[in-house]
């Protein structure tokens, strides 16, 4: 993206003293120096041209004039954020330090003692000059960006919409798949998408990230598409050789978001949600942080669903009996913090079993 910078033009340098010779003085040093020059001859007539929108690029001004003298117009000038940033030379024959410092807190960026080589005077414009053209460039800069910067958010926020249509649409269309090769899946996926919102907000998870954990624990179980009928629906306690096959269907769903060029956390979800915190899980036997946060909370989800509810291989836990496993299972199985923050949950967890409970 390209930023367009405002066009450059000859700095515009205003002139104040109430004598004609100095004002004459002025244009003699600053003649020739690609100055667009305007002569006044007080500082009541400075204010009244920028408050008619004349912005100039610096000032430069005599301390002693009738009606509004320089420190005057210094401390109006710098006192209003619109020109606050234009630099003033105040031009005096005072030579005492407290006349100085007076212009100091007046804000004055510099200082030039009657009588001044012309040279001292175009030196001070033009490093003064140069100071307010670079800092105008940045500010401009600055304010594109920051126009930039809103209009990337604006197109991150419709890609972010796009994603999330996409993804209820892949959603649906594999838990209507997993619907029919698995009669026992009910509302499984619903509830483990809750509980692991839950569970991300407990954990203190900024809030997006709660809300793409929730959108993608749905995804976690897609691989299940590609493991045949007659393991994924057996009643009973799978064969070492069945239950190995299970468990490819992690690396299936990587494979199949993979695919659908689905977001990493989602895949994640699919891959990681068997590993356990003491690296006994699978498919890439992780232990830990190493497994990615989604995935541990996910984990712990989906079993506390898996104990609760019938499937064509076993019975329901009570929710007592299964809150217990996870307890024990808090260090070995799951990650210590996501067993805190179910606890800490419990009233929203039942809540939620509650809510999406398997129909008799």
Known sequence: MTLALPEIT???????DDEEVNLTLFQRALAGQSYRLRFFRDGAEVMRSIEAGDLPDLVVSDVMMPTLDGFTLCERIKGD???????????TGLEGAKDKFRGLE????DFLTKPFHPLELQARVRNLVQLKHLTDQLEARN???ADS???????VRDRTRELEALTIGIVA????????????????????????YALARHMGLPGDVASAIRRYAPLHDVGKVGIPDEILKKEGKLTPEEYRVMQQHTLFGWELLGLARAEPMARNVARFHHERWDGTGYPDGLAGEAIPMEARIVALADVYDALTTRRCYKEAYSTDQAEEILRQESGRHFDPLA???FFGAIGEIHDIRQTYSDPE
Request: aromatic share 4%; glycine share 6%.
């Open 81 to 91: 954020p619109r020109t606050r940033r234009i630099p003033i030379v105040l031009v």
């Open 339 to 341: 067993t805190e923050a």
């Open 106 to 109: 007046a804000g004055a960026d």
């Open 173 to 196: 269309a594999l838990e209507k798949a997993n619907a029919l090769k698995d009669g026992d899946t009910g509302l499984h996926i619903q509830r483990v998408s809750a509980y692991s």
């Open 149 to 155: 910067n809103l209009l990337l958010e604006e197109r």
């Open 143 to 145: 304010r594109l960006l």
């Open 10 to 16: 000859a700095p515009e340098v205003f002139l104040v």
